[in-house]
Each structure stands twice: as C-alpha cells, then as structure tokens.
C-alpha cells in the first residue's frame, strides 16, 4: 500500500525508489577525497618534473662553462706561443 503525501507525492516507504545509505555516501566522499589528492598530487608531480628539467638545463650550462674555460686555459699558451 503507497499513500499519498499532501502534495501530491507517493510515501516511498513501500517502494523500490533510490535512496541515500550512509554506508554509500561515505563511500562517495572517501572517492572525492581520494580523486581530490590524486589530482593535487599529480600537480605537485609535474612541478616537480618542471624544476628538474630547469635544473638539469643550469647543470649542462655549468658544466659548459667549465669545459669551455679548461680550453681556454689549455689553448691560451698555445695561442701566445704563435709567432704574430
């Protein structure tokens, strides 16, 4: 038996409507936290990536300055040494 609420709605006390159970709406805010961290982590992930590729780019860039100022030292007395 299904009454009928003032307005005009059935009582879904009898039926199979869709309900809200706690076990349920917990289980959907623990996958909203989880999609959140997930995709705060992957953030942090790709700035992190971006330093790296920064850092690596400055290393390659030290490390040419380097070997170019070894050459220069090695090349020097070899250049003062040609008759000009």
Do not use: S
């Not at 009898?14 to 959907?28: N, S, V």
């Not at 992930?45 to 590729?53: P, V």
């Amino acid at each position: 038996m299904v009454r009928l609420m003032a307005d005009g709605r059935q009582d879904g006390r009898y039926g199979f409507e869709a309900f809200d159970c706690a076990p349920a709406l917990r289980l959907e805010a623990h996958e909203r936290v989880a999609r959140l961290q997930h995709d705060t982590l992957n953030a942090r992930l790709e700035k992190i990536e971006e330093a790296l590729e920064r850092l690596e780019r400055r290393l390659w860039l030290a490390v040419y300055g380097v070997v170019a100022a070894v050459l220069a030292q090695v090349f020097l007395p070899v250049v003062a040494a040609l008759p000009g």
